[in-house]
């Protein structure tokens, strides 16, 4: 096949042009392309109002294709590349059955591939299958009753299971395309597979998570829910065994640690047997929210229904630290993510069409271990926990504390809704920002704010609403491990966003699927 690069269309085009305009590039007639398969697309709006949307595609044409490329004289035209990632397939297993702990992104893409390799995994997962979390999430939403079992953090699908569904990532990859094409199989839609800001939402998300798990299942493994993971049993340095809430010992001698950056009883487990674990950098700040058409005519020059909802990556540095957004959620939702009584956290979600009225993003500040007021390996999360438990302490339910722009630039406590109605559910409890976070935070905010609206028009405007705490970006800490992907506890392998070696959906994945790898023994490049 031939890889066509850079091909710009205006937003209103459809497939013919495209064909059309990869004809026209080599040099052949429309009859002689066989096939044709979009590798990538993206929209370029550097040059507003001229709107572009820009392919890369792969072609087969009739006839010899090395010669019709060299007769196009087209720069932008190559032989297409060919590199595919091979899921590893019956591989005997010498030992016992391995386990996963865990079942988001990072433990069930190592289950899936231990289940193709034919080593039946046994998944155990503390919260509930994604229809009765869903339920559960419902029904928090509705009357601020919160399931600490079963929440936006815990259960089928982890935390991403209630987000954006953002699976774009800034590594470089060869398993990406076949994680997106398992999602695929799985029932997210198909442009995931080229678009540069490929998303799957929490509607379609929902279902997705539930049919890799009965292909799990289909192929040997096991699933069970409800199940926590309390302790550990070991012997002379390696791992013997899993013990679980209810009091069962599981006999296990490798098991992927993939908890999630929220499963802080778990740490505390950790910690308390000697695990080696450090404190790490993340970050924390609130969820902003903006009038969809604003980013849109701000990104775009206009409000465009031919093309998709825009977003925004923005990043300020400051002397002391830096302030950037995260997790940016077109036509979204801004949701109550707690999962300890007592405590408020916020995140972002949005479905698969991005059709809410409010764009929001977190705007988060870094924060580093010298930062933490709190010593030791979870000092960070200590300070999470603190700003939590101040939240809820200000607003007295779960109903997040929340302020506008303007008000918080003149430290003056909000008393009602501007333009844009808050999205946050349960509701909002209107105040001062600066009495929920510490001074670290809210004097970057609002140093960053004014530098931010220059990048984004709009973005720092009065009635924008600011929802507040955003804690749970990443984790707060590192589980150790080394170049075989295990910790000095010998067959415990520290594995995704928990454990401090991936940041998203698809880099919790990768980090998945290779650590299976490592647990079966199969080498590959990257």
Not at 457 to 469: I, K, L, N, Q, Y
């Amino acid at each position: 096949m031939i890889r066509l690069r850079d091909i710009p269309l205006p937003p209103e085009h459809n497939a013919h042009q495209l064909q059309f305009e990869a004809a026209q590039l080599l040099h052949v007639s429309n009859s002689k392309i066989r096939q044709l398969r979009i590798v990538r697309r993206s929209v370029d709006a550097r040059k507003k109002p001229d709107i572009k949307v820009i392919y890369t595609i792969d072609v087969a044409v009739e006839g010899n294709e090395k010669k019709i490329l060299r007769a196009s004289g087209c720069k932008r035209a190559s032989i297409a590349p060919v590199s595919y990632y091979k899921a590893p397939k019956n591989i005997p297993n010498p030992g016992k059955r391995p386990v996963v702990v865990g079942f988001g992104p990072a433990g069930m893409f190592a289950a899936l591939i231990l289940a193709m390799a034919g080593w039946k995994p046994l998944v155990l997962e503390r919260g509930e299958d994604a229809q009765s979390r869903h339920e559960k999430v419902q029904k928090f939403f509705e009357t601020g009753i919160l399931d600490t079992r079963s929440n936006v953090q815990f259960g089928e699908g982890g935390a991403g299971t209630f987000s954006d569904g953002k699976l774009n990532t800034g590594v470089n990859n060869p398993r990406i395309g076949w994680i997106l094409e398992q999602f695929v199989k799985a029932g997210a839609r198909e442009d995931i597979l080229y678009d540069a800001k490929p998303h799957v939402g929490t509607d379609v998300l929902l279902h997705v998570v539930q049919n890799i798990r009965q292909r799990i299942i289909a192929l040997g493994g096991e699933v069970r829910f409800n199940t926590q993971v309390t302790g550990l049993c070991t012997q002379n340095g390696q791992l013997t065994g899993i013990k679980t809430a209810d009091g069962e010992l599981i006999p296990c001698d490798a098991a992927v640690l993939a908890i999630g950056h929220s499963a802080r009883d778990t740490f505390e487990m950790l910690d308390g047997m000697g695990i080696p674990m450090e404190p790490k950098p993340f970050a924390m700040g609130v969820r902003i929210e903006h009038k969809q058409t604003t980013v849109d005519e701000s990104q775009y020059g206009r409000h465009d229904p031919v093309l998709p909802p825009a977003d925004y990556k923005l990043v300020q540095h400051l002397d002391n630290a830096t302030v950037y957004t995260f997790c940016m959620c077109p036509g979204g939702h801004v949701v109550a993510a707690a999962s300890e009584e007592g405590r408020i956290v916020t995140n972002g979600m949005s479905n698969a069409d991005r059709d809410g009225e409010n764009a929001n993003a977190a705007l988060l500040v870094t924060v580093n271990p010298a930062d933490f007021p709190y010593e030791g390996t979870l000092g960070g999360m200590q300070w999470q926990r603190e700003i939590e438990e101040k939240a809820y302490q200000i607003s007295g339910s779960y109903r997040a504390p929340a302020q506008l722009v303007g008000d918080f630039l003149k430290k003056i406590p909000s008393t009602g809704v501007g333009t844009i109605l808050p999205t946050y559910r349960p509701g909002v409890h209107w105040c001062d920002l600066h009495a929920v976070l510490p001074k670290k935070i809210t004097d970057s905010i609002a140093e960053a704010l004014p530098l931010l609206n220059g990048k984004l028009r709009g973005f720092s405007a009065e009635d924008a609403v600011m929802t507040a705490p955003e804690t749970r970006s990443s984790s707060p800490v590192r589980i150790l491990r080394d170049d075989t992907r295990q910790s000095q506890l010998r067959g415990l392998y520290p594995t995704g966003e928990g454990a401090g070696y991936a940041g998203g959906i698809m880099s919790a994945a990768i980090d998945g699927i290779m650590t299976a790898e490592a647990i079966l023994g199969v080498q590959y490049d990257r």
